[in-house]
């Protein structure tokens, strides 16, 4: 795990399921503290030393945070933590996406220490009540209006 600036970073490994195959992969966890409600999952099959072709989701850190304990979620994200007493600890994360005229559905699979590990120490870099909410909000409206940096300058 490294830190990067105002941020966090590490890699684990997991593994991805689209349609009925899965797949071993390394997943980089990215959290920075000036876009303080989201961890950026950069998911590439293979390992670490090794990833090829990368998929990138952008996942609300509470979402991520309250799915350790229980599934939560509705709609297109949700979060689940292994049910099954014979394996490891995991966490699944369920997101599912519209494109050309129906739906996939991706599962990625972490295990649920090395999750738990990173968010505990982005909440350390910032607590849950503390984050910026202007600063955020503007953020985020500029990115789904794609209306530049957000502090509004295009």
Do not use: K
Not at 53 to 80: E, F, N, P
Not at 120 to 131: I, K, N
């Amino acid at each position: 795990m490294s830190r990067t600036g105002a941020g966090l970073e590490a890699w684990t490994s997991g593994s991805i399921t689209q349609g009925a195959e899965r797949h071993p992969c390394a997943v980089l966890l990215r959290y920075e503290a000036d876009d303080p409600f989201v961890v950026t999952l950069t998911v590439s099959p293979g390992t670490a030393a090794s990833p090829r072709t990368s998929s990138r989701w952008v996942i609300s850190r509470d979402l991520l945070t309250a799915g350790l304990g229980g599934a939560v979620g509705i709609g297109a994200v949700s979060v689940l933590p292994g049910q099954n007493p014979d394996e490891p600890a995991h966490v699944t994360i369920r997101v599912q996406e519209q494109g050309a005229g129906r739906g996939t559905e991706t599962l990625i699979r972490l295990g649920h220490a090395a999750l738990m590990t990173y968010l505990e120490r982005s909440h350390a870099l910032q607590p849950f009540g503390t984050e910026p909410t202007e600063m955020a909000l503007d953020r985020e409206l500029a990115r789904i209006l794609g209306d530049g940096d957000g502090d509004g300058h295009a």
